[in-house]
């Protein structure tokens, strides 16, 4: 078995890493199990009892919470995790514009689209 | 009037402007997992199990930096714990399915499908679990196939990251405006703006934006619970007030409800 993993060429040209592909594989199945667990464990629990009204109350706010963190996180904050406020100049104008766009037409894919064309344009040229 | 395209193309149109913005990251990824050592089917397969961008940039960055496996795990656990939320807060419509369904569902969840499904459970009566799951396996089917073909590409592509992965806080900004429909969800989402920068830089991970969903939202469900316990019509109250788009736009089922609780009052 290991055998027809590592005769697959890995085509990179400079490999950085020490690990084979049966490293990879043990990764890749722990990663798995990381990646679902939190997603079935909560699913499976609140979906087979009566969850009481306070509860759906409290999520109801969770999704704008949710994705304000997402979004302040890529925007606000470094790729180590500290704070920027201006670390990205081209996000915040770009968010402003798909903000607006959104605001007037709700439609994702043009808000998205307008969203990647602003940030490319702002990254590129200025 | 509208049932007459089928249901595969309809939820395919709802799930497109995700695909779309899933094709540059997803070969950015599999270009990024290319470069840390992954074969192409190592990168197939952990696109499908883990179908996550954030985890698997994540991997990828330390693998390059020669991270022991262990740590790598416990990283993505701590990233990933967020799924928990994205589960709870869904759990509402999946009630009454079979525990298959449950299963299914929960494996391919990933924040971004988790929006559209979220915004159309709450805007369209009609909205099923099945038409959920589709999204999802919309979704998934871009991602990895974008995730293959990047690590086939390899170093033939460079990917400019920072303009591709402005594409999800795009998408992620969009829902947000879709969210806000009164001034107590803006100011919810103030306040977990500045909740979430302060918890990141303070525990110096991820576990920063669980933290900081779990206040704001608490905090938004104290508020309405309070004011839900002294005013009589809620809708009435200054943090009530609606905040809706340009009036063409208003087509949700909450815009119709809302429109239809002001006929009723006036």
Known sequence: METVWTNFPVLASTVVNKMDSTDHLILIALAAVTAFLPRYIPMLFFSTREIPDWFNEWMKYVPVSLFTALVVKSVFLSSTYHIELLGHVNYIIAGVIVILITYVTRSMAFSVLAGLVAVFVITTFF | ?266
């Not at chain 2, 569902?105 to 499904?117: G, R």
Request: charged content about 15%; some cysteine.
């Open chain 2, 1 to 266: 009037m509208k049932q007459k395209e089928p249901n595969w193309l309809m939820v395919l149109k709802v799930s497109m402007p995700l695909c779309l913005s899933y094709i540059p990251i997803g070969l950015a990824c599999g270009v990024l997992l290319h470069a840390a050592g992954f074969n192409f089917l190592m990168t197939l397969l952990v696109s499908i199990v883990v179908f996550s961008g954030g985890a698997q940039f994540l991997i990828a960055s330390l693998l390059t930096i020669n991270a022991p496996i262990l740590s790598i795990v416990v990283t993505l656990f701590f990233l990933e714990l967020r799924y928990a939320l994205l589960g709870s807060s869904l759990s509402k419509y999946m009630k009454n399915q079979p525990q298959r369904f449950i299963w299914l569902f929960s494996v391919s969840l990933n924040d971004e499908n988790y929006a559209i499904n979220y915004l159309k459970f709450n805007t369209d009566k009609d909205w099923t679990p099945r038409q959920a799951l589709m999204v999802e396996h919309y979704s998934l089917i871009t991602w990895s196939v974008s995730n293959f073909i990047g690590s086939l590409i390899g170093s033939a592509l460079t990917i400019n990251l920072d303009i591709v992965d402005f594409a999800l806080t795009a998408l992620f900004l969009y829902m947000i405006v879709m969210q806000v429909r009164n001034r107590l969800t803006f100011l919810i989402g103030l306040l977990s703006a500045v909740l979430s920068i302060i918890f990141i830089a303070w525990t110096k991970s991820t576990i920063g934006i669980i933290i900081s969903t779990l206040l704001a939202s608490f905090v938004g469900f104290m508020v309405e619970s309070y004011i839900r316990r002294h005013h009589q019509h809620v809708h009435h109250t200054w943090l009530f007030g609606k905040i809706r788009g340009p009036a063409i736009t208003r087509k949700t089922v909450e815009d119709k409800d809302a429109e239809e609780a002001d006929e009723a009052d006036s």
